[in-house]
């Protein structure tokens, strides 16, 4: 038993997301998954401007840090402020010291202007030596031509794309448009509403999921990699790991913790270095699946990056988190007034 792992790896986020607890609540309550994405997300992202996007990028990485993932995936988007906006996330995880792997989420929603600067997004900050992926939003909100254009974008560049695929029943087409494409170095986000599997890493956000009403996405099935995300309800990737076993038991009685466990090590091949890094938790057998399944509370007490104290007795080393907190609190309160 050991107190200490490598550190984790957060497979899907959206660090934007950070600012919307508490946002007003739409007009009409949404009953559908559209329904929350147009009521909530979409109102939401399209209201960004750059300094929300760094706190809530600060403030998502900060409460990375404090909960032992010291890598995060994240896919972002901001319609009316895209261009600069990858680097603005990036920076903000290096200066808290968490590592991240950035894309900008193209969509045809506000027209091909708008998909054209999502792909050059894409482009400048992969062109920049922005470590990152090109990504995609969702097949239903793109057209073919972004889709070849974002697949051949991701090929120039050497990696892979970042999608949302088939989260909603809206989206079951979206094997069918995306699998052509498809590598095994994409990240094939939810998936539940998959009929086959497609080529690339799956990315399973149960508590999302849940939350959303849509569906169990049977990752046990998937042939391939599966890793474990959160689609931006923080990143306490431990507590996502007991919420992955407990849906799958719910779907299985006879899963055990440790299919979920080996999810929550996979994301360490999306960023292999996350390995070198060490966390020291609250509790002494956290590498036991069928221990940390059933303990909540454990906590990370000292945090390495590449080598560097970036978290010491609980607190980090490098930033302010009472001064994080206070700047996302106020351009929460900038966003909500936009909405």
Known sequence: MSDTTAGLVCGHHHLYSALARGMPAPAVTPRTFVEILEAIWWRLDVALDLEMIRWSAMLGALEALESGTTAIVDHHESPGCIEGSLSAI???????????????????????????????????????????????????????AT?????????RHGVGVHVHVAEGAVDSAAPERLGRFADDSWL?????????????????????????????????????????????????????????????????????????????????????????DTVRWSYDAVDKPWCSAFTTGIRAIDVRVGGDLVLSDGRPTRVDPSEIRAKAAEQAKRLFARL
């Open 90 to 144: 990036a920076d903000a995880c290096t200066e808290v010291g968490v590592r991240s792997l950035c894309c900008y989420g193209v969509t045809d929603r506000h027209g091909p202007d708008g998909a054209a600067l999502g792909l050059a997004e894409n482009a400048r900050f992969l062109g920049e030596g922005g470590r990152g992926m090109v990504g995609l939003h969702a097949a239903f909100t793109v057209s073919d």
């Open 147 to 155: 889709i070849e254009s974002a697949a051949e974008l991701a090929r």
């Open 188 to 276: 094939i986000v939810h998936g539940v509403h998959l009929e086959y599997p497609m080529a690339g890493t799956l990315v399973h956000n149960p508590r999302s999921n849940m939350n959303n009403s849509v569906g169990y996405a049977r990752p046990g099935s998937w042939p391939g990699r599966v890793v474990l995300g959160t689609d931006g309800i923080g990143a306490d990737m431990l507590d996502e790991f007991r919420l992955a076993y407990v849906r799958a038991r719910e779907h299985d009685v006879t899963a055990t913790p440790d299919l979920a466990w080996g999810w929550l090590q996979a994301g360490s091949q999306l960023v292999p270095e996350s390995l070198s």
